[in-house]
């Protein structure tokens, strides 16, 4: 799949082409065009949080590689990414990745699983990319780093990656189809829920153990503490009601504050979500017709594509009361609708061509955030969706630090490809223009294809390994296949 008609990010050479293009997209974002470097630049800030300072502005978002060991100890590959994180110079870690709290909640027989088996490497895993950091950067006590709790729920492959193995919240009147579940799939009952709540509670205790910072209890991209936030349609303890639907936060918190006193906990959460889209016969994505009021969105204003932050403003609430401040923004899902959580020029294999500029997107969650921020000041924001930006990215990221607009710019695919770029901007050193990334998806095309995820385009040791080859052939036949005529069905073993 190619990409359609918008201008690259590449060519819009100077600061007023790209003022200029926003402009006629309509778009607005903050922008400063002279870059500041050194300790008194808005992005170099540290920032207060209880008794911890975070040494500046930037945050690594958790970034999954689908490369740990069968039974969910990182692999070398693992290693190296953690490392990189390290070395980027970002001084708040967000998760490292996705990592399960129990096998059946596993995404990919790849991932990462918390466990007494697993906790010696997975201490490791961070005792390895907090060395890193104090190698390059003379100390780390200005380095937060949590771990990433989460359940794959729906989308879960804990056995085989061609074999789904669901666990749904509700019955969704679309995402159930796509999966090719029976009208009448069974959810997980309260009793299930409550395990997968306990599940959580000891996976924080054994996190505290390895000396995480904090737990992200997980609450975005279609996954089970983000589906409860929409599940209206559920009977029992945890759905219907806003209380109902957010006690599977508010028990797993409960939890981990008795047994674990006093571990920082944050959420990162899908602030807005849309209805699912596909591919038209041109490959370009178009949102699922939705009927009536759509209710399966959270902080969704029920069209399917527009967003209302009334409960997402609750749920903010509900966490201050909770004494948790930190939220990593997102939205929506990489399963159903892609474009709005991860602006992408190019689609991963089970993605569609996008339906808008991506620059559309990016300002979308980043004035969705400021938003939020405006309304909740005391919240600690993480905002996401900066990589397409490419060589923007650090004039953005400075007014929205600048002006209050976010507390922290998160970064995801640029940490696979060009990770030091958080201390090259820190220092006011050019960028390194080769090594940006220009979102070719090839880190999530790999791992849909069963492939370890990296930045296969950029990263010189993933293009020297053999998965690399086996990559462009993936490409080729798709490629091949669409110029034959079919678009390929999203595949629910994808
Ligand atoms: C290969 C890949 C792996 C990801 N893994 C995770 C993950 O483990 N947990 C998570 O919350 N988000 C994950 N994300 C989403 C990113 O954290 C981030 O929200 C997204 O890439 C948008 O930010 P960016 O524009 O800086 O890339 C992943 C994204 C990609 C492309």
New binding site residues.
Partial sequence: MGAIAYRKIASLRTASDFQSYLDQLGVSLPFDEKMQSGPDAPLSQPFELDDKTIGNRFCV????GWDALGDGRPSELTERRWQRFGLSGAKLIW?G??CAVCHQGKGNPRQLLINEHTVREIAHLRERLVATHEERFGGSGDLLVGL?LSHAGRFAHPNDNKRLEPRIVYNHPILDARLGLEKDYPCLTDGEVDEIIQCYIKAAMLSQETGFDFVDI?H??GYPGHEFLSAHTRPGRYGGSFKNRTRFLTEIVSGIRAKTGNLKIGV?LSIFDFVPFSKDEKGIGRPEAASGNYQFAFGGDGTGLGIDFTETIMLLDLLANMNIKLVCT?AGSPYYNPHI??PAMFPPCDGYLPPEDPLVGVSRQINAVAELKGKRPDMIFVG?????LQEWMPHVAQRAISSNMVDFV?????MLAYPDIVADILNGSPLKKRRICRTFSD??TAPRNGLV?GCYPLDKFYRARPQFEMLKWIKKSLRNKQNQGGTRKWKKNS
């Fill in positions: 978002l958790p970034m999954e998760g990745e996705a990433q997980k975005c991209h990162r997102t959580q991860r996401s969706g900066y990589t397409y998160g970064l995801g695919r640029m880190c999530t995820s």
